[in-house]
C-alpha cells in the first residue's frame, strides 16, 4: 500500500446486527455452543473478521440484553478487536413519529443500522449475528471496503453465495436470489420456500403444489453487505417515507429491510454494488437438526488447519 493511499483510506468498520438475540438468551439455537470448546458461531465470524484486517466492530443489540450479551463475548475477542456497541430501540423515529399502539418489534435491518449512525464515518460492512459466512467472505469485502470510494455514484458491494453452498437438508429455506450483469447486482428477489429435491433445487410459490427450478451456481444474498457512509444518510432520508406507508398499511409488524433499500438506489440509478462471490459455504441453524451438521463442518474445518484448536487464547 503507497503512502498516499494509506493517509486518505478509513479502516473499515464491521457491524454486527444482534438485535434479534433479545429473545434467544436462556439456551436457544443462537447462541448454543457449535464447538467443543464452548465456542458459539458469532466467535468464528470475530475471528474472521479479526484475521482479514477489521480493527473495530460495532455490536447492534437491544439495550436489555447488554450484560448478557457483553459477557457473552468477554475475554474473547474484546483482546483483538475495538468493540462498541449501539442500541436498536423501537422508539428511536423522526421527530413527529410516534410507536403505533401494540408495536412491540423493532423497524427491521435498515432501522438496525441506523442506530449506529452517529457512529460511523467511512466504509462498514454489515453482517448477522448467528450466521457464519466462512474467511474468504471477509477477506474480499474487507479488500473491497479498503478502495472503496463513491463518485458520481456510490459504490456498495455484497458477498454472494452459490445457492448450493447455502441450502440445508431439513427443509425449505429463504434466499435472495441475485440478478447480475458483468459482476454487478442489478435486482434481488426473495424466495421463500426453497429446498432440495433429491438432487435438484426447486422453490414454490403455492405452498409444494407446483416447483421451479433453479440452477446450481445461481448467485444469492446471505445478508453481507458493503457500503459507505452515504448508505446510513440514504436510508436515514427514506425512513420518514418508509413509516407513512407502513404505519397506515402494516403498523404492527411492517419492517424496512437492507435488500430493499439496495434495490431502491439501483432503480433510482444512484448506486452499484459489485458482486463478491465466495466459495465457502454458508452455515446457520434454521433448523434443530441444521446443528448437528454445522458443528460437524466447524471441527473439520480446524482438523484443516483453518482454525485453531481454540478461537480465541
Avoid at 134 to 152: M, R, S, V
Avoid at 159 to 164: D, H, R, T
Avoid at 245 to 269: C, H, M, Q
Wanted: charged letters at 30%.
Amino acid at each position: 500500500m503507497d503512502w498516499e493511499r494509506e493517509k486518505n483510506m478509513k479502516e473499515p468498520t464491521l457491524v454486527i446486527m444482534a438485535a434479534g438475540m433479545g429473545s434467544r438468551f436462556g439456551g436457544l439455537k443462537q447462541i448454543e455452543p457449535v464447538s467443543d470448546k464452548g465456542e458459539i458461531i458469532l466467535d468464528f465470524s470475530l475471528y474472521d473478521a479479526v484475521m482479514a484486517g477489521f480493527k473495530k466492530v460495532i455490536f447492534i443489540i437491544k439495550k436489555e440484553i447488554e450484560e448478557d450479551f457483553k459477557n457473552l463475548i468477554k475475554d474473547k475477542s474484546e483482546k483483538r478487536i475495538q468493540v462498541e456497541y449501539a442500541f436498536q430501540e423501537i422508539d428511536d423515529l423522526p421527530e413527529g413519529y410516534s410507536v403505533p399502539e401494540g408495536r412491540v418489534k423493532p423497524w427491521g435491518t435498515c432501522h438496525a443500522v441506523l442506530a449506529c449512525r452517529e457512529m460511523i464515518d467511512g466504509p462498514f460492512a454489515v453482517i448477522n449475528a448467528d450466521d457464519y459466512y466462512g474467511p474468504g467472505a471477509f477477506q474480499i469485502i474487507y479488500d473491497y471496503l479498503c478502495d472503496a470510494k463513491d463518485d458520481e455514484k456510490y459504490r456498495y458491494c455484497m458477498v454472494g453465495y452459490k445457492l448450493e453452498n447455502t441450502l440445508t437438508e431439513n427443509g425449505y429455506v429463504a434466499r435472495g436470489v441475485c440478478r447480475e450483469e458483468n459482476g454487478y447486482l442489478t435486482e434481488i428477489t426473495e424466495r421463500e420456500k426453497i429446498r432440495w429435491e433429491g438432487e435438484e433445487i426447486v422453490y414454490t410459490v403455492d405452498d409444494g403444489n407446483t416447483f421451479t427450478k433453479v440452477p446450481r451456481g445461481t448467485t444469492v444474498s446471505m445478508n453481507f453487505w458493503g457500503f459507505n457512509r452515504s448508505f446510513i444518510d440514504e436510508i436515514e432520508a427514506q425512513f420518514a417515507e418508509f413509516l407513512d406507508k407502513t404505519i397506515t398499511e402494516n403498523p404492527l409488524k411492517g419492517e424496512y429491510y437492507l435488500p430493499l433499500a439496495v434495490d431502491r438506489l439501483l432503480k433510482e440509478d444512484k448506486a452499484t454494488v459489485k458482486i463478491l462471490i465466495s466459495a465457502d459455504r454458508w452455515y446457520g441453524v434454521t433448523y434443530r437438526d441444521d446443528k448437528e451438521s454445522v458443528v460437524a463442518a466447524l471441527q473439520s474445518l480446524k482438523d484443516k488447519g483453518i482454525y485453531p484448536d481454540r478461537l480465541w487464547k
